[in-house]
């Protein structure tokens, strides 16, 4: 199901005011949102930007038993102060801060490279107690082909690279809506 711009903009300002009452101590209020795509449940990540680019933090859920709203909440809160690689957002970093969504697809097993996207698609891949989830937009960022995508999650994964060709490996496919606050504009008011 396909978010409307409008719909973008309200999961964009819940991330923003979610981080931001949480760096000011206040508690967060927020209506319901009275939208089946808001209520949907859907996996979503969080990514969390400074400035010229640099990654913050970046949380998310494969999938979800909550509606997608209350999944970006709690992915927003988590990606701003539980990712353990950074020292998480303070109030000061709030002016720079560049919020981005990816609302997911349900993962898809596959079994080749050439089922994969670049652009299009997203990776988790599954290896005994090892996993990894690489986001579509990472490859495109870095301009990788397929194989070079699944490598990147298998040393995401803490895999060494090529175990995705190993018999015991799951590769799953995703797809991403991904909208930022840079691509974002407010409803018009009528």
């Known amino acids: 199901m396909n978010l409307s711009e409008e719909e973008k903009h309200e999961l964009l300002e819940l991330a923003r005011s979610t981080i931001t009452s949480k760096c000011s ?3 967060h209020q927020f209506n319901i949102p009275n939208s089946d795509s808001l209520n ?3 996996g979503t990540f969080v990514s969390l930007y400074k400035k010229q680019g640099e990654l913050a933090g970046c949380i998310g859920f494969i999938d979800s038993p909550d509606p997608l709203y209350q999944t970006v909440i709690q992915a927003a809160e988590a990606a701003a102060f539980r990712d353990p690689r950074f020292e998480g957002i303070r109030r000061e970093d709030l002016s720079d801060l560049k919020i981005e969504i990816s ?3 349900p993962l898809e097993l596959i079994h080749e490279p050439t089922d994969l996207k670049i652009g299009v698609h997203g990776i988790f891949l599954k290896k005994g107690d090892y996993h990894g989830l690489l986001l579509p937009q990472v490859a495109v960022r870095y301009k990788w082909n397929a194989e070079t995508f699944l490598d990147q999650t ?4 803490g895999l060494e690279t090529g175990s995705w060709k190993e018999p015991d490996a799951e590769i799953y496919r995703f797809s991403a809506e991904v909208f930022s606050e840079e691509e ?3 409803p018009e008011n009528n």
């Not at 298998?154 to 994964?157: E, H, I, L, N, V």
């Open 184 to 186: 974002s504009q407010p």
């Open 103 to 105: 609302a997911l697809t």
């Open 154 to 157: 298998c040393t995401k994964a």
């Open 25 to 27: 101590d206040q508690s």
């Open 40 to 42: 949907e449940k859907r």
